[in-house]
């Protein structure tokens, strides 16, 4: 047993997340934390990471664990290049390094008298072999291993780590998490941040993890490859399901429709008792069958079943039917200092179209986005719009670039013609924002 929960019981003001809550995890276990929106997910990996504290009940953990907690965003990184950041993650190694460097210094100073001379060499001798069995000779080569598996490129590794954006700042953040191996990874989700090919080697490296490991995502098909379970968080409690996310919706949605068919079944027995306590409840000859049925209902539990899960919906707005051609790149170029991106190419978009852009890290992918949506100029070309074509581009980083003082609904209203000013609540309301949800920053 590496950590186990003991009736963990946590609520926010007048609403319950966890009540009476008990769950172990054992070494090598690649746990998906699964359930709606809100119902606690995140806090609970908080208290496995001894972040927040249980109102009540107790989180036991072995003696000889380590943990390390990736929240969904909010890490930045400066001061650093990348490499001396990701580094960081054996400070323990850095140190013993720094100790071997002193020790050559001291045993080749001449003064030294030969007693204390053989002093520093035993001392060296044992820094060296606890160096070398923990790898201290390999940090290079591990530390360059992750960042290039998370799509950093040869050149970044110098680079000032306040130059990279918000979710390359996660990148690195993950990094440094998985280069210190803890005997707990605990991470909210981590692929959010990932593109493709980053997303395939952290499924590679997780795979061969040989700790325990906690995560967050809505990705299904990264839950499948990965995890051996899935820990349902729902109704205030906590559900594991053997196998993988699409064993757990088969097995989920069997249990509901037990569960369903038992409510029913308890609803149609407690009326019927109420029923013949409303009939007979002032009849003295019934007196005792009465009484019997009251105390019956008293000891019923009621069964909850979980709400269906709600689903975001939307239409889009009805729009003037532009022209065949919607958009069009002619002959571009497009460069940043020394790195040719784009050396005259062609773009031809229709009405219709529906593309993905694919390709490896630094081909160019969010600077062809940009260019398509006139956010950033070619060195050279020319980008024309079709007739009628309104664009709207919705970037990477589009959560930095909303501002913090306004309200959900305020950000909406802010950018929106006046026509759809009535419709910004429904449209919420459709992305799951309930009630004063919408008036929050």
Sequence with gaps: MMIQLSSIHKAFGARVLFDAVRWQ???????????????????????????????????????????????????????????????LSFQELLRLQNEMQELEVQMGDSSVQAGEHQQLLARYADAQETFHHEGGYDIEARVSEVLHGLGFSQTDVSRPTEEFSGGWQMRIALAKLLLKRPRLLLM???????????????????????????????????????????????????????????????????????????????????????????????????????????????????IEVPPEPKRVHFTFPASTKSGRTILELKNVCKSYENLKVFDDISVHIERGDRIAL???????????????????????????????????????????????????????????????????????????FEDDDVHKR
């Design 188 to 302: 909210d989700e981590p692929t959010n941040h990932l593109d493709l090919e980053a997303r395939n080697w952290l499924e590679d490296f997780l795979l061969s993890y040989p700790h325990a490991v906690v995560l967050v995502s809505h990705d299904r098909f990264f839950l499948d490859r990965v995890v051996t379970s899935i820990a349902e968080v729902s109704l205030r409690t906590l559900t594991p399901y053997p196998g993988d996310y699409s064993s757990y919706l088969i097995e989920r949605d069997a249990r509901l429709q037990r569960l369903r068919e038992q409510k029913q079944q308890q609803d149609n027995n407690v009326a019927r008792m109420q029923a013949f306590i409303d009939r007979f409840r002032y009849q003295a000859t019934k007196a005792a069958q009465v009484q019997s049925r009251v105390k019956m209902l008293e000891k019923i539990t009621p």
């Design 25 to 87: 995890l054992q070494s090598g276990e690649r746990v998906g934390l699964c359930g709606p929106n809100g119902a606690g997910k995140t806090t609970l990996l908080r208290i496995m990471a001894g972040l927040e504290e249980p109102d009540q009940g107790t989180v036991a953990r072995s003696s000889n664990l380590t943990v390390g907690f990736l929240p969904q965003d909010g890490i930045s990184h400066t001061g650093r290049t990348l490499f001396d950041e990701a580094a």
């Design 358 to 432: 694919v390709g490896p890290n630094g081909a160019g992918k969010s600077t062809l986005m940009r260019m398509l949506s006139g956010v950033e100029s070619s060195d050279s070309g020319t980008r024309v719009e079709g007739h009628n074509v309104v664009t709207q581009y919705f970037a990477q980083d589009e959560a930095t670039r909303l501002d913090p003082s306004l309200t959900v609904y305020e950000t909406l209203s802010s950018d929106s013609p006046v026509s759809m000013v009535p419709t910004i609540r429904n449209i919420l309301g459709g992305f799951l």
